[in-house]
């Protein structure tokens, strides 16, 4: 299992529509462990596959926030939504990618989507809650989309200037 390093934004990858995963082999199953240790080790509760440059649509998510209890790892390759409540949750949004950037983001308070497992069954199960927040963001990085995509202009060019400034600065370690 290995921690893989997160792309920071701006990042032409982070704006990519991922393609749908056709081998379920092992090389899946390895990219999957890699992908929720590195979501646990970020710390996360969800990261989807372009974030670590790989353009697969396949997503992890861990929601459980409380450390004591059991974890609850889900792996989710070629989601799909079927369904979104009318009903809407608002939450102060972040994203591993845009690091210590938060904003408020409007999004249906329950959604059902379908997926396949590792074993290549075909699932579909009803989210709400922070769940429901989480899928659909990590859903829309599949699509490169980030949720400063529903900000306004002004703020999201501030994100923007501060993540390339933050690069500039690792770049020069
Ligand atoms: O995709 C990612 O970048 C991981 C996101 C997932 C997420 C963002 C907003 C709301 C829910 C999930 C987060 O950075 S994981 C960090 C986190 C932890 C607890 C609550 C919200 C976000
Ligand atoms: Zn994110």
């Known amino acids: 299992m290995?921690?893989?390093?997160?792309?920071?934004?701006?990042?032409?990858?982070?704006?990519?529509?991922?393609?749908?995963?056709?081998?379920?082999?092992?090389?899946?199953?390895v990219?999957?462990?890699?992908?929720?240790?590195?979501?646990?080790?970020a710390p996360g509760i969800g990261l989807a596959a372009p974030q670590?440059?790989?353009?697969?649509?396949?997503?992890?998510?861990?929601?459980?926030?409380?450390?004591d209890a059991p974890k609850q790892p889900m792996v989710l390759i070629n989601p799909e939504i079927t369904w979104a409540s009318d009903d809407q949750n608002t939450y102060e949004e972040?994203?591993?990618?845009?690091?210590d950037q938060?904003?408020?983001?409007?999004?249906?308070?329950?959604?059902?989507?379908?997926?396949?497992?590792l074993e290549g069954d075909q699932q579909q199960q009803k989210f709400d809650g922070l769940w429901a927040t989480c899928v659909q963001h990590e859903i829309d990085h599949l699509d490169g989309k980030l949720f400063i995509d529903y900000i306004?202009?002004?703020?999201?060019?501030m994100i923007t200037r501060k993540m390339q400034k933050l690069k500039r600065e690792m770049a020069r370690g």
């Not at 938060?102 to 497992?117: I, Y």
């Not at 306004?152 to 060019?157: E, S």
Request: glycine share 4%; aromatic share 4%.
């Open 31 to 41: 990219l999957s462990e890699d992908m929720l240790e590195t979501m646990y080790a």
């Open 152 to 157: 306004g202009p002004l703020k999201r060019q």
């Open 2 to 29: 290995t921690v893989r390093p997160i792309l920071i934004h701006p990042d032409p990858r982070l704006k990519k529509k991922a393609e749908p995963v056709t081998d379920f082999n092992d090389a899946l199953r």
């Open 94 to 99: 972040g994203c591993l990618s845009i690091p």
């Open 102 to 117: 938060f904003a408020d983001v409007v999004r249906p308070s329950e959604v059902e989507v379908t997926w396949t497992n």
């Open 52 to 67: 670590i440059g790989v353009m697969k649509r396949i997503l992890v998510m861990d929601c459980i926030k409380d450390e």
